[in-house]
């Protein structure tokens, strides 16, 4: 469908990924999915999504390291970044932030919270 936003699911958790998938997709997103930090970095190279839901605790490449490597690489389409994640220290969402997520999003997560920071973010 033209002008479909795509979202890519980068987290290591296959039920989170699922329904996040269905959640985004009820609401008009394409969605593709990535395992760890290493996948859903290279993803980011070859499909230029507008979101990325991004998990923290990943196997091989953590969702901080993503993120900076995504930022350091400045790319000429930056998607808008929510962290998705159970780390709930101030210092972890401040990091986030710093480090260049638009948005952080505490699971567990609902649709109504999800739609809420994709508004907040300019995707929806």
Same mark, same amino acid.
């Given at each position: 469908? *033209?002008?479909?936003?795509? $979202?890519?699911?980068? =987290?290591?958790?296959?039920? /989170?990924?699922? %329904?996040?998938?269905?959640?985004?997709?009820?609401?008009? !997103?394409?969605?593709?999915?990535?395992? =760890?930090? &290493?996948?859903?970095?290279?993803? $980011?190279?070859?499909?230029?999504? =507008? #979101? #990325?839901?991004?998990?923290?605790?990943?196997?091989?490449?953590?969702? /901080?390291?993503?993120?900076?490597?995504? #930022?350091?690489?400045? *790319? +000429?389409?930056?998607? &808008?970044?929510? !962290? $998705? +994640?159970?780390?709930?220290?101030?210092?972890?969402? $401040? =990091?986030?932030? @710093?480090?260049?997520?638009?948005?952080?999003?505490?699971?567990? !997560?609902?649709? @109504? /919270?999800?739609?809420?920071? %994709? +508004?907040? #973010?300019?995707?929806?």
């Amino acid at each position: 469908m *033209p002008g479909q936003k795509v $979202c890519l699911v980068v =987290d290591d958790s296959a039920v /989170i990924r699922k %329904l996040s998938r269905r959640m985004l997709e009820k609401n008009g !997103f394409r969605v593709e999915e990535a395992a =760890d930090g &290493q996948l859903g970095l290279d993803a $980011c190279r070859s499909m230029q999504p =507008d #979101v #990325v839901l991004l998990d923290w605790n990943m196997p091989v490449m953590d969702g /901080i390291t993503m993120l900076r490597k995504l #930022v350091a690489e400045a *790319p +000429t389409h930056m998607p &808008q970044v929510l !962290f $998705c +994640t159970s780390e709930s220290e101030m210092s972890r969402i $401040c =990091d986030a932030l @710093e480090a260049g997520a638009s948005e952080y999003i505490m699971k567990p !997560f609902d649709e @109504e /919270i999800l739609l809420s920071k %994709l +508004t907040q #973010v300019g995707v929806m």
